[in-house]
């Protein structure tokens, strides 16, 4: 399934994408308790497609791709590099990802997102796929002057955290296999990132596993599971698309800060 969750007439629902994305199966319910066909199909030029959960938690990882680790020019971590974004970070597709007026370098990072589908702890690498609703593209949005300065001081948060910071969509692909999948990053129409995430370094299955033995994970979650080579900057008036084999494509205009 390709699970859309979108609003018409300002009312939400979750539906099912088919006949080449132009229609939506609207359904009853939600994807962590049961979704089942309401009978009634709508076109996707009446909706507005929202990001695929609705105020996740947020975990993100750093330096899972060794091609990102070359271009910082840093070692491979000895343990996960983790992190959190706030749920007010979250923007769906076609949403503006706002530049900060006081910001001075920030950068887009494409990723490839797990959605967590029932709650999971001291979960086996080898299980983790029972406990994953799906897929989805995502863009690690980070104000790299902040992430450093903070960094320095062994903390995270406005770095990444702040609001607009972490479009998602547009759709949850579930039963896709995340071991061999393409991801491109367009800036503008321009191809900036081209990897598999057969380079991570850490799998999907093993930051599920990673994750669960400390806390526990709960239905909704998203985890980003790190971005390639190809990082770079974006200002006012670009357009950034996270395009994944078998998910779709992620775009969002970057806008100035209007206050």
């Given amino acids: ?23 939506i199966v609207r359904c009853e319910g939600d994807p962590f308790t049961g979704l089942s066909p309401a009978g009634q199909v709508d076109d996707v030029g009446d909706v507005v497609i929202l990001p695929p959960v609705e105020r996740p938690r947020i975990f993100g990882f750093a330096y899972n791709y060794a091609s990102h680790v070359d271009e910082t020019d840093r070692e491979v971590p ?8 706030p749920s007010t970070a979250v923007v769906g597709p076609g949403d503006a990802i706002v530049y900060p007026a006081d910001a001075e370098l920030i950068h887009f990072e494409g990723e490839l997102v797990a959605v967590i589908g029932r709650e999971a702890r001291h979960v086996k690498a080898a299980e983790a796929h029972a406990y994953i609703l799906g897929y989805t593209c995502g863009n690690d949005v980070s104000d790299r002057i902040v992430q450093r300065r903070e960094s320095a001081f062994g903390t995270l ?27 491109t990053t367009r800036l503008n129409g321009t191809v900036v990132q081209s990897a598999s995430t057969a380079d991570l370094l850490l799998t999907v299955p093993d930051l599920v596993s990673y994750l669960s033995r400390h ?7 998203v985890i ?36």
């Fill in 224 to 259: 980003m599971t790190g971005t390639p080579s190809g990082v770079g900057p974006i200002r006012p008036g670009d357009e950034v698309e996270i395009e994944i084999e078998g998910i779709g494509a992620l775009r969002n205009p970057v806008v100035a800060d209007s206050r």
């Fill in 157 to 183: 948060l406005i770095g990444k955290g702040q609001d607009t910071f972490a479009p998602l969509g547009p759709v949850i692909a579930t039963d896709l296999d995340p071991s061999d999948l393409t991801l």
């Fill in 215 to 221: 806390l526990t994970l709960l239905p909704g979650d």
């Fill in 78 to 85: 000895e343990v996960p590099v983790c992190f959190m974004k």
């Fill in 1 to 23: 399934m390709r699970i859309v969750r979108y609003a018409v007439g300002g009312v939400q629902h979750y539906g099912e994408f088919i006949s080449g994305d132009s229609r």
